[in-house]
Structures are given as structure tokens and as C-alpha cells.
């Protein structure tokens, strides 16, 4: 009774037990045998009887019958280091070390032996890898560029990376942090380019991490961020692989996670979550343009209905002589004061956001139609909003999906409410209240010890020229400032190139 | 006692947060709960005692504007408006408010206090339109001019009429600028209500808060290029038997000034080009343009001693003059210069040429 407890549940709870290496080998791998995918065969037709222990739903039976037993089978007088030099598989070693040989197991090992009365045996890795394939990206879709997005293997999204940086700098740190999830999570970094100090705080704050399991990178981020409490995310995340590559060639820091098809990028800045990666892929006037259009509709987002409220609700002055009909006129049927309209209005669109986001595609564009056009349509015809405020929140919600990053969105989405509640309390004046918490916290926030607001505070003029607006490539020839970066130029800027006329 | 502690930080915030909810709410003015008032009109009745008409346009569903309007007879106090709450159903809100008019026999007694009080007030701006109407303001307040809000609709009557130039730049900035500026004195736009609508028939001149000269729409192009730079919507001269109208008129003055110590010589040098838009005869003849302009030159020099004459004889310095003379002037001293001014000798030296005369010599 006490045995089988010992080997189930030591899957799921892993603590060390000092009883288990007394026990004889043949009872040592008895508990595994109440799981259904432990097996645990003897090959007696072989010229040489051997045993194979494996967990089936992890190993890779192809590579199993492929590339392991063919070998097996020819053996004559077999030694375990002969074994082991056969097998074509790179991962491999002979061990006796229980807590080693059930630790492999349990990550798609085959263990092979010649007797089932001894620990010691090849370990030979088969581990199944099966990962849905690569598609576009879904959140950060762009229309032109590459069409590559990250999935939930980490295989396949570092080959993705490497593919992109095919150079011997590009370093990578695995690291398995987790007690039950024993999750997998690669720094990524450019050896001379990244600040060491950046990949040392990485590292060190991963490798302090005391959870019991990692899912997702957003699992990661949550747990290294610099302000847990902060509603703005410190770490870009994104599913490109072509942005981890621009990145890690600026000198930021990576990491990715097994099972997560994002990335996260440290240091950033709050500016970074305003520009696509589409911005590097067309001109850099029309880069210019966009980013500033993205700029202003968050501003407005964030601004646009507590400015309504606060100007309904006490500054009438501000509103022009002939926008006052419209405005009397659509607020007079309304029987409730400018902020509960707001507030139902806003809460509204956020219903319909989540409704949408939670149902499948094809019921979501229903949702969003539905709530846009019926739920607006009939509320302003039954009096209970103003059709100018409605147009203002569905303009703000509109707004507010230009952010390039999700998480960016989800920031804003939040942000509005203490503005819409300051706004009623002291109008415009609570707006600017709103104003300065919302930038002192700004100010005050790090991403890895970076300043989050650079190159606004500190101002940084060179790395203006990559943020609110992005100058063309040429001038582009030096890492941006904030990373601190080792080598801190990229390439030579053309004008610094020696001349390659033929009249020299 | 240290869980105590953990929790002191969080309640302090939420009984902050309470306090700022429950007593930190200010007066709000919802905008669809105040009655918004964009025109005030002063009726003298004696002495001490006036009444106040103010318009406040009510706005319908189907996005019409009817006017409404309150009036009230009350002493002169600096909190008619307050009174006239009494009237309304709702609160009325005065930062709307475009344009504050006057009737005649106010203006000629001073308006003073009433400007004091509309300036005062820090939710109207300086850019209010002031007017003087002859006959009572009630009146023209309570005639409804189309489908448009009263207020609205004489403010932007005075502010198109300003901007091509009928009449001088005229709002409570300026009526205050010149009424505080030391050689300078105010005018504002005078109205009349003919027929149902409100026509612009001149300027009532001010010497300090009182009116005390009227000047006439023939004179106004003559007064504005005295004034100063200036574009001027037409105007027409006769030359002969005929007529000629011209348009877009721009002019620009110089003044030089000499003596200033003794007895001050002003010359205004006047620049005036215009273009010719009709002309009554049948060809346009190159000795009707010059015509023309020596037309021009006579009336405007003619008209503009008479009016500085005027001026001189009342003691009213509306074109600001001795503003003038003070920036050219060392020591320059308010006292004398009031005993000067009746006497000083303004030349006017006009300069007209005629730019343009249409695509066509004339029609047969």
C-alpha cells in the first residue's frame, strides 16, 4: 500500500524520499505499473534478452522502433557502453542513479537494460515532440512581412529564432523552473551586444522563481516583472518570430517558455508598445504616420468620455455654440446624469469585448454584431444614452484596439474607469489628477531595473528617432540607449562609409 | 497587533477614497439641467432702476431652437442675473453668453456698472459682443430670428460685419482696452430693428462710459480708414452721372506727428486700393478710373475733417490719436494733452489707386 503510493502520486508530487533508493530495483518499478502508459517489456527473441522500461504517451514510438530496437536486436555480446555507442541517438548516457533514471523517464526517456534485477542501463532520449504547426499570427497580425508566428513547442520556436540570427553570439540559457510543471524556459540573448547585467537579472530572477507551475509565458512575466502591481506590462510580449530576432540584435534580453507560443522581451519601454512590427516593413514616413495615429487614439481612448462627462457635467462653456443643439438635444431624453450613462455605455462594450472574446469566431462576429448595432441602436431610441456619447465610446473602443500589444490594450481598457470617476468628481481639474497619478506611476516604473518611460524621462534624443516616429534605416546605426547595450553600433551609417566612387 | 498594522495601509486608503466620494463633490451644471443665457439687454427706466431682458434658447428634440426670454425690472444691482433666476424653471448659466446690448438712453447714461459686472464675472470671457440699439433691447430680444438662437445670431450678425470690415474690431477686450487706454475712447456697433430684423446702422461713439455721438453707415468707410488698416466690403461713388461701385477695398494709415511739444501736427497718410465692380455707364474709360479715384480721395478727406473736427469739438478721441501721439512722445502727459487736442491740426493725405476694373470695359 505504502509502495504504490510512493510511485503514484510521486508523479505529481515530487519530493524526495530517501526510503526509495533502498528498494530493490524489481519493486522500485512496480508502482509504474498501475499507469496505464508505463511499459515495461522484456525482448526475449533477441540474440541477447534485454528489458526496455519507457512512458508510451511520451516517448516518440517511431523513434522507438525506428532507431532503438533494429539496434538492440543485432547485438550479440552486448556491454552497455557498446549499446550506448550504437544507438543513433544524441542523448544518451549508462546511469544507476534512481532519482536521475525516473527523472528521465519522465521527460520521454527509453531505458534500456539488460537484466530487470539492476538500476544501472541506457537512458536514450525519444522524447515526442508534437506541436500544431506554424500559422499566422493571430494577435499581432500585419499585412505585409512575414507570416510566422510562435507555437506552443519550444523546439520549433527557437529553430524559428535561429534561423533568423544564424551567428555563434546568439546564447541561449536553458532553465527549468516549476516544481511540478518542471516547465522549460530559454533566455535568449547576443553575446557582445546585450548588457550582462540585464541577462544576470533575468537569470537570477527566474531561477528565483518558488512556483508550482509554469504554463505560460505570461506565467514568467507575471512572476519577474519589477511592479507586480502595475497595470501596464513591463514585458513585451509577442508571437513574431522576426521581432525576438530585431530584438535580440538590439540587445534586448528574450526568453521564451515550452508550451507557450510568446515571447517576452526585456527591457522595454512604454513607447515600444506602440509600434507594430509592421512599422519596419513599409516606409518610414508612412511608420511615422501610424505610430502617431496609434499615439493619439489611445490618448483619446483614455480621454475622450471622461472629457464628456466632465465637460456635460460642469464645464459647459467649453462646448462651441453650434455642437450645443446636438449635444442638449441628444442629452435631454437621457434620464440619468452624464456618468451613470457613461459608466452603462463603457460597461456595455466591455460585456461585449469579453462576449466576443470568449465565443468562437463565427459567434463572436455575431456578438459584435448584435451589441454594435441592435444593443446601440436601441438604447439611444429608448432614451437610455445619448447617440453623441455613443459614438464617443464606440470610437474610444475602436481606438483602443490600434495598440499593437494585447496586453497594452487590456492597460487602456482598464485606465479609463478611474479617469471617468475622477472626471465626475471635480471635472476637468479630476481629469488632470487622474493625469498626474497615472504619470507618476509611469515614472516611477522600471522594466528590469530600465527606466519604462525613456527616452520621454530620461530624455534621450538619439532614441527619439525610433519611437514616436521612426526615421529611416540608415540613421537606425546604433542600439537604442535604454538597453545599454555592449556594442553599441550597429553597423556604419552611410555617411561615415567610405565613398565607393569610381573617380577615387 | 501586527496584523493590525498590515491592514492600516489599505483602510487608510479606502477611508481617503470615502471621504473624496462623499465630500469632495463639487456644484455641477449638467448641461441639460441649466438654462443656458446668450443674450442680455439693458432698458434704461430711471435713474436707479433698469430692466434686464435675458434670451435663453430652449432646444427642442427635433434639434429647432426656440427662444425664450426673462425680464426683470429691478434696481441696478450687480446680481440681476441671480434675479432672474426667480423667473426660470432651471438654473440659468451665464458663460454662454455672446452678446450684452444696450438701449440708447442707457448707453447716454453710462453703462459702466454693467460692463463691470460682465467683466467681472470670470465665466464670461472678453470676447462678448457689445452693442447699442436704438429702441428698447426687450424688443429686439424677444423677436425670433428664424429657427437660430437670438444671442447666437446677433453675435455672429456683429462678428461677420467685423471681419469684412464693416465695422472696427469691436468686443468687451476692445470697449475695455480703449475705455482704459489714456487718448483713446470706445465705440460700439449700433442696431436697429427695422421691419423684424436687425440692421447694423452705425457706431454710437463713447467718451469714456457714455454715449455721445452717433456716427452714420455713410461715414463708416471714412472712419475705418482713419481708423486703421482695414479691408472694407464696397462702397460706391458717383462720379458725373455715374456711378461706380467698388469692392474689397484694403487701406493701410501712417501717421506722422510734429510738434509734439507745442501745438502737435497730425498727418494721416492714407493708403486705399480697391477694385472696380460696376460701373453705371456704358465704357470704363481710363479717365473714369482716375476719375474715380479722385472721387474717392475727395470724399474720404472731406468726410475725415468733418469727423475729426466732430471729434475735436466733443472731446472724443475714438481713433486713439493721442495713443498715437503718447508712443511718439516723451514725457507724454495725459492733462495736456486733453487741453491740446482740441486744437491740433490733423491733415489727411489720402492715396487711392484703383487695381483692378473687371475682365469686361462695359456691356452695349
Given at each position: 500500500m505504502i509502495i504504490r503510493r510512493e510511485g503514484v502520486t510521486g508523479i505529481r508530487r515530487p519530493r524526495k524520499n530517501k526510503q526509495e533508493t533502498a528498494e530493490p530495483p524489481s519493486t522500485w518499478a512496480e508502482p509504474f505499473w498501475e499507469r496505464g502508459d508505463f511499459t515495461h517489456t522484456h525482448h526475449a527473441n533477441a540474440t541477447h534478452p534485454y528489458w526496455i522500461t519507457h512512458i508510451t504517451s511520451l516517448v516518440d514510438t517511431e523513434v522507438l522502433h525506428r532507431d532503438i530496437l533494429p539496434y538492440l536486436n543485432k547485438l550479440s555480446f552486448p556491454t552497455l557502453q557498446e549499446v550506448e555507442s550504437v544507438l543513433p541517438i544524441e542523448e544518451k548516457e549508462i546511469t544507476d542513479d534512481p532519482e536521475k533514471i525516473k527523472d528521465l523517464l519522465l521527460r520521454g526517456y527509453v531505458w534500456i537494460r539488460?537484466?530487470?534485477?539492476?538500476?544501472?542501463g541506457v537512458l536514450a532520449r525519444a522524447e515526442l515532440d508534437k506541436s500544431r504547426a506554424v500559422s499566422i499570427?493571430?494577435?499581432?497580425?500585419?499585412?505585409?512581412?512575414?507570416?510566422e508566428s510562435f507555437v506552443e513547442s519550444l523546439t520549433t520556436n527557437l529553430n524559428m529564432v535561429r534561423k533568423r540570427l544564424p551567428i555563434k553570439e546568439l546564447q541561449l540559457q536553458e532553465l527549468t523552473v516549476g516544481t511540478y510543471s518542471k516547465t522549460k524556459v530559454a533566455v535568449l540573448y547576443i553575446d557582445g551586444v546585450a548588457n550582462e547585467e540585464n541577462v544576470n537579472t533575468v537569470l537570477q530572477r527566474i531561477k528565483a522563481i518558488k512556483f508550482y507551475q509554469i504554463l505560460d509565458s505570461s506565467y514568467i512575466s507575471q512572476l519577474i516583472t519589477?511592479?507586480?502591481?502595475?497595470?501596464?506590462?513591463?514585458m513585451l510580449d509577442t508571437e513574431r518570430p522576426e521581432r525576438v530576432a530585431a530584438v535580440l540584435a538590439e540587445g534586448s534580453i528574450v526568453i521564451m517558455v515550452d508550451g507557450s507560443p510568446h515571447a517576452l522581451i526585456a527591457p522595454?519601454?512604454?513607447?515600444e508598445f506602440f509600434s507594430a512590427f509592421e512599422d519596419y516593413f513599409i516606409n518610414w514616413q508612412m511608420a511615422s504616420f501610424f505610430r502617431i495615429v496609434r499615439l493619439f487614439s489611445v490618448l483619446f481612448s483614455i480621454l475622450i468620455t471622461p472629457i464628456y462627462v466632465a465637460v456635460v457635467t460642469y464645464h459647459y462653456a467649453l462646448i462651441p455654440t453650434d455642437l450645443m443643439v446636438t449635444l442638449v438635444t441628444s442629452r435631454s431624453i437621457v434620464p440619468f446624469p452624464p456618468i451613470l450613462e457613461a459608466m452603462i455605455l463603457e460597461l456595455t462594450i466591455e460585456l461585449l469585448r469579453e462576449a466576443g472574446a470568449r465565443l468562437p469566431t463565427k459567434v463572436g462576429q455575431t456578438i459584435g454584431i448584435v451589441g454594435g448595432i441592435v444593443i446601440g441602436t436601441a438604447s439611444v431610441q429608448a432614451g437610455l444614452t445619448s447617440n453623441v456619447l455613443l459614438i464617443f465610446v464606440a470610437l474610444a473602443a475602436l481606438a483602443s484596439f490600434t495598440t499593437p500589444v494585447y496586453r497594452m490594450g487590456n492597460a487602456i481598457r482598464l485606465l479609463r474607469f478611474p479617469f471617468l470617476l475622477f472626471a465626475q468628481l471635480w471635472g476637468l481639474i479630476g481629469v488632470a489628477i487622474a493625469f498626474i497619478f497615472v504619470m507618476g506611476h509611469l515614472l516611477r516604473l522600471t522594466s528590469l531595473g530600465r527606466p519604462y518611460l525613456e527616452p520621454i524621462y530620461p530624455l534621450r534624443l538619439k532614441d527619439l528617432r525610433d519611437s514616436f516616429i521612426r526615421l529611416p534605416f540608415n540613421t537606425q546605426s546604433h542600439c537604442p540607449a535604454y538597453l545599454q547595450t555592449q556594442d553599441k553600433q550597429r553597423f556604419t551609417p552611410p555617411w561615415r562609409q567610405k565613398p565607393r566612387d569610381i573617380d577615387e | 497587533m501586527k496584523k493590525w498594522i498590515k491592514w492600516m495601509k489599505p483602510i487608510t486608503l479606502v477611508v481617503i477614497a470615502i471621504c473624496i466620494i462623499i465630500f469632495g463633490n463639487v456644484r455641477k451644471n449638467v448641461l441639460d439641467e441649466i438654462q443656458l443665457v446668450t443674450a442680455v439687454g439693458y432698458d434704461y427706466i430711471d435713474e436707479q432702476t433698469a430692466t434686464m431682458t435675458a434670451v435663453t434658447p430652449v432646444f427642442r428634440s427635433d434639434a429647432s431652437i426656440e427662444n425664450k426670454t426673462l425680464s426683470i425690472t429691478a434696481n441696478?444691482?450687480?446680481e440681476a442675473l441671480i434675479a432672474l433666476n426667480r423667473e426660470s424653471s432651471a438654473n440659468l448659466a451665464?458663460?454662454?453668453?455672446e452678446v450684452a446690448l444696450f438701449n440708447k438712453e442707457m448707453a447716454k447714461r453710462g453703462i459702466l456698472h454693467m460692463i463691470d459686472t460682465l467683466h467681472r464675472d470670470p465665466n464670461i470671457g472678453t470676447s462678448l459682443s457689445l452693442a447699442v440699439t436704438e429702441g428698447v433691447t426687450k424688443e429686439i430680444l424677444n423677436q425670433s430670428f428664424g429657427t437660430r438662437d437670438t444671442g447666437h445670431y446677433i453675435a455672429s450678425l456683429l462678428e461677420h460685419n467685423t471681419q469684412n470690415g464693416s465695422i472696427p474690431n469691436n468686443s468687451l477686450h476692445y470697449f475695455l482696452s480703449a475705455y482704459y487706454t489714456k487718448g483713446k475712447d470706445p465705440f460700439l456697433p449700433l442696431l436697429k430693428l427695422t421691419d423684424r430684423e436687425i440692421t447694423l446702422t452705425g457706431l454710437a461713439l463713447f467718451k469714456k462710459d457714455r454715449m455721445v455721438f452717433e456716427l452714420d453707415r455713410s461715414h463708416l468707410f471714412t472712419f475705418n480708414t482713419l481708423y486703421g488698416k482695414n479691408r472694407f466690403p464696397g462702397m460706391k461713388v458717383q462720379i458725373g452721372d455715374k456711378f461706380v461701385a467698388m469692392r474689397v477695398i484694403t487701406s493701410n494709415r501712417r501717421i506722422s506727428i510734429r510738434n509734439t511739444q507745442t501745438t502737435p501736427e497730425i498727418t494721416i497718410y492714407l493708403n486705399i486700393r480697391a477694385s472696380i465692380s460696376e460701373f453705371s455707364g456704358k465704357h470704363l474709360k481710363p479717365q473714369h478710373v482716375s476719375q474715380t479715384e479722385h472721387a474717392l480721395k475727395k470724399q474720404v478727406s472731406q468726410q475725415g475733417h468733418q469727423l475729426i473736427r466732430k471729434f475735436q469739438q466733443l472731446g472724443i478721441d475714438p481713433l486713439g490719436l493721442g495713443d498715437h501721439v503718447r508712443s511718439h512722445t516723451r514725457n507724454w502727459d495725459f492733462k495736456t494733452w486733453q487741453k491740446q487736442y482740441p486744437r491740433v491740426k490733423v491733415r489727411i493725405v489720402p492715396r487711392v489707386n484703383i487695381v483692378e476694373i473687371g475682365v469686361v470695359d462695359g456691356l452695349d
Open positions: 539488460f537484466s530487470d534485477r539492476v538500476l544501472e499570427p493571430q494577435e499581432e497580425f500585419s499585412v505585409v512581412g512575414p507570416k519589477d511592479n507586480s502591481n502595475s497595470i501596464f506590462p513591463q522595454t519601454t512604454l513607447v | 441696478l444691482g450687480k451665464n458663460a454662454k453668453l
